[in-house]
């Protein structure tokens, strides 16, 4: 057996004679020898791919020799230090370059070699890299595989010759067959008529066969052909170009319906109302045409002419060149600025045009046009705001299928870009539009109109249904029973809450609405607000028992007529705890910016207050915050982006608190920080207010004029006095004072004193809260007393109104009536002027309104002293946070525990604090009592409840069942999985990831509960034999959805029109056939209502306009809605700031579902058909049903 390989050893020889001469490398390295640490030093060469080392650079012989081909090289470590090497030896290692050739085959060991300086090293390395042919190896093996590839195609090749040679051997065969038939026929033929004249030139029978090659022929070449086309159709470009196309076209489509759209707009109502304005009798001016329809006319021509361009590039097809078209689009969209900066004040001008009822009656004719397709003006003023976007959305799709070497991607994407900076540009005007649409839709819906909601600057916050308990007579509630009939039916009143005005209605049976005669349209800068009425009082001691602590009151005090009260019932706890947590924000804003107004304005012509202007921080960008233009319901510009700090800075800003603010940074704070950092943010400004506020904002909350302060002491009277000082009222008002005990708030100033800035040193240096006046630093005060005395002694019945006038010029709308301001000593209000900042008197005011002082503190000490005031204006401001997150997100507390006992906590060292005010120490104790219930929904039934009440022995069948009982329950279970959704399940698309069962568990409850319900329409109508009994099915489920639209219940309806829609019962002609008429319009109606067509445009508009709470939506519309928003925008900026104009757009979705989810519906369970609605028994899966529905009626034959 042969145990050594032989080789030509002179050949080996001679080669490494040529390395040695015209080696590719040659030099020393030292080689790792057997050995773990011994280097030997050896001359190498590179000779093509072979490596000889001599023992030394003169040696003839070689001491070995290594292949290279298929070799790798690599850098290697350098080998550990010995410990008792020199200093100077380790260095010398260090400096060493080691490298390793690893060979492609097991059984070789890797050569380890190293060398002095890194550059040879390195030169090394590469010459042995192409030395081991590792480049053509690849090459190779891409040729192989290509070689296998042709191989392949042409054996492919041979296989398909040989089959159409047999083909053609099998056909010449058949064609001699018939060649030979048909010379025997031809001799038969002549032996039966040999007195026959010639045949024609060509046989019938000649042509056949030629029919036949020309056939064979055509059909090897078609078969070929559709070979390479279906090759080409399944490939990815093909794919691609298609769906590149379908976007052209839908564009297209959506550009023509855009165009006509205008036209319509154009020639429907813009140019017969310019004939309109110049009658003899004009219902409108021709001013009024132009603010109503602003450049309309002019986008139109423009958007005709790029129809044109397209249609034209359309005929070209399939060559689709769109980039220069956007070309020629992009200069000229600058005229959609115009339209929608000037789009809100356009629609308020038409609403005041519709005052006027000739104009109104006009435009209702133009309405009725079978043009319109019944849309109103409005709505085809709102078409244009929405096509920039469009047209990103189409861009974006289109580059998404456009190769990246499309001779018109880079025109694309510049088009994309320059489409996506207008669209930011006109971000700030767009973002009022809807909250615009749905002031003026709910204007639409009351018959007697309502011009407060034609103010622009009115923002809607919440409806809904609460009951109004009757008389209120001497300030006594009536004692009625909250269960009983006539109080749900005559006392429900459609309740609309406005940042300024509070909207009570009557429904009619039509639906629309009326507004009270008395106490319709409440101000809220006129209104007090009382939560827990006092159950001391005689009249109400059984309220609470009466009325399951649902009731509040609304003490409205206008100043032209006596006050009234207002009481109102909510159906649970948790809407109460909404409704008064929202009223009482905006009561606190309207009140807050009205005193700003007053105290920081330079004069009466200035509408944004002084505060604002000096602070840039609220109006200027900066590295980590962003502004845009659109102003929040404080007056104050709306946050674009900024950073966590700056967020909750502005949450714990004591100047305003916009509510819009708070309840997006509420609803989305869990997107970019977490409920722990908000806290603790919260309990920093309570414990140490000097330290979390920002200085300028210390300082311009005691900031006050000078100038204006000295022409007042000159005219001897301060304007500002005599304005009406609008204190936010307390979080809970206490009415358990006696009228007529005294009540007095000393604001004790220095006469002529000129405050300025607050000195933030002097006062931190404070050891004690309290402060006096030295004698030798200021004249004696002056001081203004506040007393309560009684309505009988006030002001006597003689005295006239203007006297009135003088004597009280600083009582307040919230203030009792048996408030009145009296000057000490008998001086009159004319020389006694405070000097004390209106910012400080106001937070005075607000925080010792009607109540007396602790023990042991003295007004005036609090008057002058800066800290306490800080100190209570910043407790006010945590409460009022702390109150409006734990009654409107008490889900936040119910799964943390962790935060909800750290809030506990806070509110326990709250009430500790021996200057605690008594409204603030019943505020903070309302909210621990709302923070400790365990459940604060005990009254709404929940699916685990219903789901235990299944086990009833008797199930009732379809048959015996309602209509009617059917919607109810029907909705009844909608609403309740509906409403169980917690909020943050609609924050980061968990639903739409690997694991949204576990992120997301009550949506996809809600998700399957729409599919076991539509399963179970779909199951009913198949169990049916005969065709009359499904049809008779059919038309009773959609009675029952009819029932579910007048019910609001649109998920329902949805529900039962797409199992109608199964392709398992839509296919049943016989059976629909056999549905009248009027089933199927209804149908129609109701498919219409609920079309996914424009992302469900009619369910919203449905939902917007004539819809009110209750009500069931249909969850995927705004699933899709976040979805949309969610992949569209970042949630941060590259600079790192939250994108909070996204986290508005998340809020307002989320305000809508909730606002669905707080209202329930009075329905009463009935488990008897719960029970059939829930039994899973019944459901037949897809592929059954379809099997069924085969049997029932059996395909026709082709």
């Given at each position: 057996m042969q145990k050594s390989v032989r080789y030509n050893e002179g050949h080996a020889l001679y080669l490494a004679f040529l390395a040695r001469k015209e080696g590719t490398k040659r030099g020393f390295l030292s080689k790792k020898a057997a050995?773990?640490?011994?280097?030997?030093?050896?001359?190498?060469?590179?000779?093509?791919?072979?490596?000889?080392?001599?023992?030394?650079?003169?040696?003839?012989?070689?001491?070995?020799?290594?292949?290279?081909?298929?070799?790798?090289?690599?850098?290697?470590?350098?080998p550990p230090k010995a410990a008792s090497g020199t200093a100077g030896g380790k260095d010398a290692l260090d400096k060493q370059y080691y490298f390793t050739v690893l060979f492609g085959h097991e059984g070789q060991k890797p050569l380890e070699l190293r060398c002095e300086e890194e550059h040879e090293g390195k030169e090394w390395m590469d010459a042995i890299h192409q030395a081991s042919y590792s480049d053509i190896l690849i090459e190779r093996e891409v040729l192989m595989q290509k070689y296998i590839h042709l191989v392949q195609i042409v054996e492919t090749e041979k296989i398909a010759a040989n089959q159409l040679r047999h083909q053609l051997e099998d056909q010449d065969t058949e064609i001699e067959r018939l060649k030979s038939e048909i010379v025997a026929l031809n001799k038969t033929k002549e032996r039966m008529r040999p007195y026959q004249g010639n045949q024609e030139d060509e046989d019938p029978d000649i042509?056949?066969?030629?029919?036949?090659?020309?056939?064979?022929?055509?059909?090897?070449?078609?078969?070929?052909?559709?070979?390479?086309?279906?090759?080409?159709?399944?490939?990815?470009?093909?794919?691609?170009?298609?769906?590149?196309?379908?976007?052209?076209?839908?564009?297209?489509?959506?550009?023509?319906?855009?165009?006509?759209?205008?036209?319509?707009?154009?020639?429907?109502?813009?140019?017969?109302?310019?004939?309109?304005?110049?009658?003899?009798?004009?219902?409108?001016?021709?001013?009024?045409?132009?603010?109503?329809?602003?450049?309309?006319?002019?986008?139109?021509?423009l958007h005709e002419i790029f129809h044109q361009g397209l249609k034209a590039r359309i005929a070209n097809w399939p060559t689709l060149i769109l980039a220069d078209l956007f070309d020629i689009l992009l200069p000229m969209l600058n005229i959609y600025q115009e339209f929608v900066r000037n789009h809100q004040y356009s629609l308020q001008v038409l609403a005041n045009?519709?005052?006027?009822?000739?104009?109104?009656?006009?435009?209702?004719?133009?309405?009725?046009?079978?043009?319109?397709?019944?849309?109103?003006?409005?709505?085809?003023?709102?078409?244009?705001?929405f096509q920039i976007p469009r047209y990103i959305i189409t861009l974006h799709e289109l580059l998404a299928h456009t190769p990246h070497e499309h001779v018109e991607r880079k025109s694309l994407e510049f088009a994309k870009s320059k489409l996506e900076e207008l669209s930011r540009i006109m971000h700030d005007e767009v973002s009022d539009t809807e909250n615009i649409r749905k002031n003026l839709a709910i204007e639409r819906m009351i018959v007697e109109g309502c011009d407060i909601l034609l103010d622009t600057s009115q923002t809607f916050i919440r409806q809904g249904s609460l009951i109004q308990v009757p008389s209120v007579e001497r300030g006594k509630l009536s004692k009625v029973r909250l269960g009983s009939l006539s109080l749900k039916k005559e006392g429900e009143r459609q309740c609309f809450l406005f940042t300024k005005h509070f909207l009570i209605c009557t429904r009619s049976s039509g639906g629309k609405l009326h507004l009270l005669k008395t106490g319709g349209v409440l101000s809220l800068i006129e209104c007090t607000l009382i939560e827990e009425p006092d159950a001391s009082e005689d009249d109400s001691k059984g309220s609470g028992q009466v009325f399951g602590h649902l009731d509040f009151k609304i003490v409205v005090e206008p100043p032209d007529s006596a006050p009234f009260t207002v009481v109102l019932l909510a159906p649970s706890r948790q809407e109460k705890a909404a409704w008064t947590s929202d009223i009482s924000q905006c009561v606190d804003n309207i009140r807050c910016n009205g005193l700003m107004t007053i105290v920081f304005e330079e004069n009466s012509k200035v509408t944004v207050p002084?505060?604002?202007?000096?602070?840039?921080?609220?109006?200027?960008?900066?590295?980590?915050?962003?502004?845009?233009?659109?102003?929040?319901?404080?007056?104050?510009?709306?946050?674009?982006?900024?950073?966590?700090?700056?967020?909750?800075?502005?949450?714990?800003?004591?100047?305003?608190?916009?509510?819009?603010?708070?309840?997006?940074?509420?609803?989305?704070?869990?997107?970019?920080?977490?409920?722990?950092?908000?806290?603790?943010?919260?309990?920093?400004?309570?414990?140490?207010?000097?330290?979390?506020?920002?200085?300028?904002?210390?300082?311009?909350?005691?900031?006050?004029?000078?100038?204006?302060?000295?022409?007042?002491?000159?005219?001897?009277?301060?304007?500002?006095?005599?304005?009406?000082?609008?204190?936010?009222?307390?979080?809970?008002?206490?009415?358990t004072s006696s009228p007529v005990r005294a009540r007095k708030l000393s604001l004790t100033s220095p006469l002529n004193s000129k405050i300025g800035a607050l000195d933030l040193s002097a006062s931190s240096m404070t050891s004690s809260p309290t402060s006096t006046y030295s004698p030798a630093t200021s004249p004696p005060p002056h001081t203004a007393v506040l007393e309560s005395v009684s309505g009988d002694r006030s002001i006597s019945e003689s005295t006239p109104a203007m006297e009135i006038a003088e004597l009280s010029p600083c009582r307040s709308p919230s203030t009792p009536r048996h408030l009145r301001y009296r000057p000490p000593g008998g001086q009159t209000a004319d020389n006694t002027h405070c000097s004390v900042s209106p910012a400080s008197a106001f937070a005075i005011a607000t925080a010792a309104a009607g109540h007396g002082s602790p023990p042991g503190f003295n007004n005036t000490e609090r008057t002058c002293d800066k800290e306490f005031i800080i100190r209570r204006t910043a407790t006010n401001r945590v409460l009022n946070v702390l109150r409006h997150w734990v009654s409107k997100h008490s889900q936040d507390f119910e799964l943390n525990n962790e935060l909800k006992m750290n809030v506990l906590n806070l509110l326990e060292e709250v009430l500790r604090d021996p200057d605690l005010l008594p409204q603030e120490r019943k505020a903070t104790a309302n909210i621990l009592r709302a923070l400790s219930q365990d459940d604060q929904d005990d009254a709404h039934l929940k699916m685990e409840d219903i789901i235990q009440t299944l086990d009833s022995p008797k199930a009732e069948c379809f048959e015996t069942l309602s209509a009617m009982e059917l919607a109810e329950q029907i909705t009844l279970l909608d609403h309740i999985v509906f409403r169980s959704i917690p909020y943050e399940e609609f924050l980061g698309q968990g639903w739409m990831k690997l694991d949204k069962n576990e992120r997301t568990p009550y949506i996809m409850k809600t998700s399957q509960?729409?599919?076991?319900?539509?399963?179970?329409?779909?199951?009913?109508?198949?169990?049916?034999?005969?065709?009359?009994?499904?049809?008779?099915?059919?038309?009773?489920?959609?009675?029952?959805?009819?029932?579910?639209?007048?019910?609001?219940?649109?998920?329902?309806?949805?529900?039962?029109?797409?199992?109608?829609?199964?392709?398992?019962?839509?296919?049943?002609?016989?059976?629909?056939?056999?549905?009248?008429?009027?089933?199927?319009?209804?149908?129609?109606?109701?498919?219409?209502?609920?079309?996914?067509?424009?992302?469900?445009?009619?369910?919203?508009?449905?939902?917007?306009?004539?819809?009110?709470?209750?009500?069931?939506?249909?969850?995927?519309?705004?699933?899709?809605?976040?979805?949309?928003?969610?992949?569209?925008?970042?949630?941060?900026?590259?600079?790192?700031?939250?994108?909070?104009?996204?986290?508005?757009?998340?809020?307002?979705?989320?305000?809508?579902?909730?606002?669905?989810?707080?209202?329930?519906?009075?329905?009463?369970?009935?488990?008897?058909?719960?029970?059939?609605?829930?039994?899973?028994?019944?459901?037949?899966?897809?592929?059954?049903?379809?099997?069924?529905?085969?049997?029932?009626?059996?395909?026709?034959?082709?």
């Amino acid at each position: 057996m042969q145990k050594s390989v032989r080789y030509n050893e002179g050949h080996a020889l001679y080669l490494a004679f040529l390395a040695r001469k015209e080696g590719t490398k040659r030099g020393f390295l030292s080689k790792k020898a057997a050995e773990a640490s011994r280097w030997h030093e050896k001359w190498f060469a590179l000779y093509q791919n072979v490596l000889f080392y001599f023992e030394g650079e003169q040696s003839g012989r070689p001491a070995g020799m290594y292949l290279l081909e298929g070799c790798s090289c690599e850098r290697a470590p350098a080998p550990p230090k010995a410990a008792s090497g020199t200093a100077g030896g380790k260095d010398a290692l260090d400096k060493q370059y080691y490298f390793t050739v690893l060979f492609g085959h097991e059984g070789q060991k890797p050569l380890e070699l190293r060398c002095e300086e890194e550059h040879e090293g390195k030169e090394w390395m590469d010459a042995i890299h192409q030395a081991s042919y590792s480049d053509i190896l690849i090459e190779r093996e891409v040729l192989m595989q290509k070689y296998i590839h042709l191989v392949q195609i042409v054996e492919t090749e041979k296989i398909a010759a040989n089959q159409l040679r047999h083909q053609l051997e099998d056909q010449d065969t058949e064609i001699e067959r018939l060649k030979s038939e048909i010379v025997a026929l031809n001799k038969t033929k002549e032996r039966m008529r040999p007195y026959q004249g010639n045949q024609e030139d060509e046989d019938p029978d000649i042509k056949k066969i030629k029919k036949v090659q020309s056939f064979m022929r055509g059909w090897l070449c078609r078969r070929k052909w559709k070979t390479i086309v279906q090759d080409y159709i399944c490939s990815p470009h093909a794919e691609s170009m298609r769906k590149r196309n379908q976007i052209v076209f839908n564009m297209v489509e959506a550009e023509s319906e855009y165009v006509h759209q205008l036209y319509v707009l154009v020639n429907c109502f813009l140019r017969p109302l310019r004939m309109a304005a110049s009658s003899k009798k004009p219902p409108i001016t021709h001013d009024d045409v132009s603010s109503i329809f602003l450049n309309s006319e002019t986008i139109m021509f423009l958007h005709e002419i790029f129809h044109q361009g397209l249609k034209a590039r359309i005929a070209n097809w399939p060559t689709l060149i769109l980039a220069d078209l956007f070309d020629i689009l992009l200069p000229m969209l600058n005229i959609y600025q115009e339209f929608v900066r000037n789009h809100q004040y356009s629609l308020q001008v038409l609403a005041n045009c519709k005052q006027n009822r000739d104009f109104d009656k006009l435009l209702k004719q133009y309405e009725a046009n079978p043009a319109c397709e019944g849309r109103m003006l409005e709505t085809f003023l709102t078409y244009p705001m929405f096509q920039i976007p469009r047209y990103i959305i189409t861009l974006h799709e289109l580059l998404a299928h456009t190769p990246h070497e499309h001779v018109e991607r880079k025109s694309l994407e510049f088009a994309k870009s320059k489409l996506e900076e207008l669209s930011r540009i006109m971000h700030d005007e767009v973002s009022d539009t809807e909250n615009i649409r749905k002031n003026l839709a709910i204007e639409r819906m009351i018959v007697e109109g309502c011009d407060i909601l034609l103010d622009t600057s009115q923002t809607f916050i919440r409806q809904g249904s609460l009951i109004q308990v009757p008389s209120v007579e001497r300030g006594k509630l009536s004692k009625v029973r909250l269960g009983s009939l006539s109080l749900k039916k005559e006392g429900e009143r459609q309740c609309f809450l406005f940042t300024k005005h509070f909207l009570i209605c009557t429904r009619s049976s039509g639906g629309k609405l009326h507004l009270l005669k008395t106490g319709g349209v409440l101000s809220l800068i006129e209104c007090t607000l009382i939560e827990e009425p006092d159950a001391s009082e005689d009249d109400s001691k059984g309220s609470g028992q009466v009325f399951g602590h649902l009731d509040f009151k609304i003490v409205v005090e206008p100043p032209d007529s006596a006050p009234f009260t207002v009481v109102l019932l909510a159906p649970s706890r948790q809407e109460k705890a909404a409704w008064t947590s929202d009223i009482s924000q905006c009561v606190d804003n309207i009140r807050c910016n009205g005193l700003m107004t007053i105290v920081f304005e330079e004069n009466s012509k200035v509408t944004v207050p002084h505060m604002i202007k000096s602070d840039a921080r609220l109006h200027r960008d900066d590295k980590d915050i962003c502004f845009s233009k659109t102003l929040n319901s404080c007056k104050v510009p709306q946050i674009r982006y900024a950073s966590v700090e700056r967020l909750l800075e502005r949450l714990t800003d004591l100047r305003f608190l916009s509510i819009d603010f708070l309840n997006t940074f509420l609803h989305t704070y869990r997107i970019f920080t977490t409920a722990a950092v908000v806290l603790e943010k919260l309990s920093d400004i309570y414990k140490r207010p000097f330290t979390s506020i920002p200085v300028r904002s210390l300082e311009l909350f005691f900031v006050t004029s000078q100038n204006n302060r000295g022409e007042h002491l000159a005219d001897g009277k301060s304007p500002n006095l005599c304005r009406k000082f609008s204190s936010p009222p307390p979080l809970a008002v206490s009415r358990t004072s006696s009228p007529v005990r005294a009540r007095k708030l000393s604001l004790t100033s220095p006469l002529n004193s000129k405050i300025g800035a607050l000195d933030l040193s002097a006062s931190s240096m404070t050891s004690s809260p309290t402060s006096t006046y030295s004698p030798a630093t200021s004249p004696p005060p002056h001081t203004a007393v506040l007393e309560s005395v009684s309505g009988d002694r006030s002001i006597s019945e003689s005295t006239p109104a203007m006297e009135i006038a003088e004597l009280s010029p600083c009582r307040s709308p919230s203030t009792p009536r048996h408030l009145r301001y009296r000057p000490p000593g008998g001086q009159t209000a004319d020389n006694t002027h405070c000097s004390v900042s209106p910012a400080s008197a106001f937070a005075i005011a607000t925080a010792a309104a009607g109540h007396g002082s602790p023990p042991g503190f003295n007004n005036t000490e609090r008057t002058c002293d800066k800290e306490f005031i800080i100190r209570r204006t910043a407790t006010n401001r945590v409460l009022n946070v702390l109150r409006h997150w734990v009654s409107k997100h008490s889900q936040d507390f119910e799964l943390n525990n962790e935060l909800k006992m750290n809030v506990l906590n806070l509110l326990e060292e709250v009430l500790r604090d021996p200057d605690l005010l008594p409204q603030e120490r019943k505020a903070t104790a309302n909210i621990l009592r709302a923070l400790s219930q365990d459940d604060q929904d005990d009254a709404h039934l929940k699916m685990e409840d219903i789901i235990q009440t299944l086990d009833s022995p008797k199930a009732e069948c379809f048959e015996t069942l309602s209509a009617m009982e059917l919607a109810e329950q029907i909705t009844l279970l909608d609403h309740i999985v509906f409403r169980s959704i917690p909020y943050e399940e609609f924050l980061g698309q968990g639903w739409m990831k690997l694991d949204k069962n576990e992120r997301t568990p009550y949506i996809m409850k809600t998700s399957q509960h729409f599919n076991d319900m539509s399963n179970l329409v779909a199951s009913q109508i198949m169990n049916y034999a005969d065709v009359s009994s499904r049809a008779n099915s059919i038309e009773k489920w959609v009675a029952v959805a009819d029932i579910c639209r007048c019910m609001h219940n649109y998920n329902g309806v949805l529900e039962i029109t797409s199992a109608l829609n199964r392709s398992a019962i839509y296919r049943l002609k016989k059976t629909w056939a056999k549905v009248s008429k009027q089933t199927k319009a209804l149908m129609d109606k109701l498919q219409k209502i609920v079309s996914s067509e424009g992302r469900f445009k009619n369910l919203r508009e449905t939902l917007k306009n004539n819809c009110n709470p209750p009500a069931v939506p249909y969850l995927g519309m705004y699933l899709t809605d976040l979805a949309f928003i969610e992949e569209g925008t970042p949630n941060f900026t590259e600079e790192g700031l939250v994108n909070f104009s996204k986290m508005r757009m998340i809020s307002h979705i989320i305000r809508e579902i909730r606002q669905f989810q707080q209202t329930s519906y009075r329905i009463d369970h009935q488990p008897k058909v719960t029970q059939y609605l829930l039994d899973k028994t019944l459901i037949i899966d897809e592929d059954t049903l379809y099997e069924l529905s085969l049997k029932i009626e059996p395909r026709l034959p082709a």
